[in-house]
């Protein structure tokens, strides 16, 4: 059973950090592309930032030199790293799990999702 476990959201103040965590069980996690998307009510999801199973990173153009994403392939578990938040950085945070194959989408898996609430 494929298992995608967020944690670490919550409140914080703006200019604040959060640290997400998600911890993936069932899947060879190496070979999955891991990534961050966020979504508000009544909007689309949105990417946040993506870490390839090689480790190259894409972000999003609002969060560029704001968020880091990062990876550990021997615990399983990617990070994300969110430093001076925004207002407009509240959302449910959701980590998913992209296996490709040549370029073509063969699995995927998506966690339950975390909130991140940034607001004085």
């Known amino acids: 059973q494929v298992q995608l476990v967020e944690s670490g959201g919550g409140l914080v103040q703006p200019g604040g950090s959060l640290r997400l965590s998600c911890s993936a069980s069932?899947?060879?996690?190496?070979?999955?592309?891991m990534g961050w998307h966020r979504q508000v009510p009544g909007k689309q999801r949105e990417s946040v930032a993506v870490?390839?199973?090689?480790?190259?990173?894409n972000y999003g153009d609002s969060v560029k030199g704001r968020f880091t994403i990062s990876r550990d392939n021997a615990k399983n578990t990617v990070y994300l790293q969110m430093n001076s938040l925004k207002p407009e950085d509240t959302a449910v945070y959701y980590c998913?799990?992209?296996?490709?194959?040549?370029?073509?989408?063969?699995?995927?898996?998506w966690g339950q999702g975390t909130q991140v609430t940034v607001s004085s």
């Open positions: 998913n799990a992209d296996l490709r194959v040549a370029g073509t989408h063969v699995d995927g898996y």
């Open positions: 069932g899947i060879d996690f190496s070979s999955y592309a």
């Open positions: 870490i390839s199973s090689r480790g190259s990173t």
